[in-house]
């Protein structure tokens, strides 16, 4: 029976214990990196911000705490935490694309070849979050809110928001 990501973690922190953390890597690599990928639509950055989590379960394995959150979550928090970072750092969302959200929006509605990724990309940070994290990584709805650091209300809000936004814009695609 393999052993539980709470384990693993204690291994890792009291020992530094490498074939823990290659379990939790072989676990928890791919959702990481699919996560990050829909958060910055480029797959070499998502990467990038996969390993760097991964090196911060190496480092910092002493800060998990498995009666907080499962092991899922905490790494979500940070791997969402390094996504906006990233975007940040790269100017992804000028101011100009901001205040143009909905303009932006409906010219990618309007080309043929739109899609809910290429929307996504579009929608304001916290509403491409909640999307993700519920979507496409499977958390439930309280586990979402815990790695955005908001009440469960707030989320549910975000994603109704979200899907109206993504619903108005795909009906008017061609």
């Known amino acids: 029976m393999p052993e539980d990501d709470a384990i693993l973690m204690q291994r890792i922190a009291r020992s530094q214990d490498r074939r823990a953390f290659a379990e939790v890597a072989n676990r928890h690599i791919a959702p990481i990196e699919r996560f990050a990928t829909r958060m910055l639509g480029d797959v070499a950055r998502a990467q990038d911000v996969t390993q760097e989590v991964m090196l911060k379960v190496w480092l910092r394995a002493n800060e998990y705490h498995s009666g907080k959150a499962r092991l899922t979550t905490w790494l979500h928090?940070?791997?969402?935490?390094?996504?906006?970072?990233?975007?940040?750092?790269?100017?992804?969302?000028?101011?100009?694309?901001?205040?143009?959200?909905?303009?932006?929006?409906?010219?990618?509605?309007?080309?043929?070849?739109?899609?809910?990724?290429?929307?996504?990309?579009?929608?304001?940070?916290?509403?491409?979050?909640?999307?993700?994290?519920?979507?496409?990584?499977?958390?439930?709805?309280?586990?979402?809110?815990?790695?955005?650091?908001?009440?469960?209300?707030?989320?549910?809000?975000?994603?109704?928001?979200?899907?109206?936004?993504?619903?108005?814009?795909?009906?008017?695609?061609?």
């Open 77 to 174: 928090q940070i791997a969402r935490n390094l996504c906006i970072d990233q975007q940040r750092a790269t100017a992804r969302l000028s101011a100009w694309q901001e205040q143009d959200q909905e303009q932006a929006l409906s010219a990618v509605a309007d080309d043929r070849g739109a899609d809910v990724s290429g929307l996504l990309m579009l929608l304001p940070e916290a509403q491409r979050s909640a999307l993700v994290l519920t979507y496409y990584q499977s958390l439930t709805n309280r586990e979402a809110a815990e790695v955005m650091g908001l009440s469960v209300r707030a989320l549910e809000s975000l994603l109704v928001r979200a899907r109206r936004s993504l619903k108005r814009h795909l009906e008017v695609a061609p």
